[in-house]
T-cell receptor, first 114, second 114 residues
Framework: AQKVTQAQTEISVVEKEDVTLDCVYE???????LFWYKQPPSGELVFLIR????DEQNEISGRYSWNFQKSTSSFNFTITASQVVDSAVYFC???????????WGAGTKLIIKP | AAGVIQSPRHLIKEKRETATLKCYPIPRHDTVYWYQQGPGQDPQFLISFYEKMQSDKGSIPDRFSAQQFSDYHSELNMSSLELGDSALYFCASSLSGGGTYEQYFGPGTRLTVT
């Protein structure tokens, strides 16, 4: 069975601090895809990144970076120099080639205090 | 860039009534997904369509039905509404099914059943 675990329910940091959101996944498939989505207080779901199981390269996009490690089945997300606008719920998700649905983690609520 | 369009954005219905939610995918996207998100929860996959055929089915109640039309827009029909159906309903679209392409989400329809 497939599963995504985001053990951190809520994280609160002061602006400009770095913060890492953890994501651990479970699947027996060899081909799979991992995603991060952001859900700000306004409610929309914003796509951040997609990674396939054959690409373990880390990715950096501005203040955002992602660390994918198959050895530990983790796909962690780091925000450097956090800003108040980063406050949101962040979801990690998994999908397989064999089906169409996203399997979601429970989400991590990130609060950035000024 | 064009995004996924959902209508209506807000809907208030009474118990036992019916509701129809509409979704217009990003142009050239052939796959549509429906998700239900309760307060403080992660999105739950309901159903998906690829090229107008149902491609995957999740935890969609029998009281709900959906279809994708020839212009690729999709409608989610909900009958005999219950209080527990109150949630945010998201539609997402992608270029193709499976995890190969990321899903882009619409702004959601907030359904309140009284």
């Amino acid at each position: 069975a497939q599963k995504v675990t985001q053990a951190q329910t809520e994280i609160s940091v002061v602006e400009k601090e770095d913060v890492t959101l953890d994501c651990v996944y479970e699947t027996r498939d060899t081909t799979y895809y991992l995603f991060w989505y952001k859900q700000p207080p306004s409610g929309e779901l914003v796509f951040l990144i997609r990674r396939n199981s054959f690409d373990e390269q880390n990715e950096i996009s501005g203040r955002y970076s992602w660390n994918f490690q198959k050895s530990t089945s983790s796909f962690n997300f780091t925000i450097t120099a956090s800003q108040v606008v980063d406050s949101a719920v962040y979801f990690c998700a998994l999908s397989l080639d064999s089906n169409y649905q996203l399997i979601w983690g429970a989400g991590t609520k990130l609060i950035i205090k000024p | 860039a064009a995004g996924v369009i959902q209508s209506p954005r807000h809907l208030i219905k009474e118990k036992r009534e019916t509701a129809t939610l509409k979704c217009y995918p990003i142009p050239r996207h052939d796959t549509v997904y429906w998700y239900q998100q309760g307060p403080g929860q992660d999105p739950q996959f309901l159903i998906s369509f690829y090229e107008k055929m149902q491609s995957d089915k999740g935890s969609i109640p029998d009281r709900f039905s959906a279809q994708q039309f020839s212009d690729y827009h999709s409608e989610l029909n909900m009958s005999s509404l219950e209080l527990g159906d109150s949630a945010l309903y998201f539609c997402a679209s992608s270029l193709s099914g499976g995890g190969t392409y990321e899903q882009y989400f619409g702004p959601g329809t907030r359904l309140t059943v009284t």
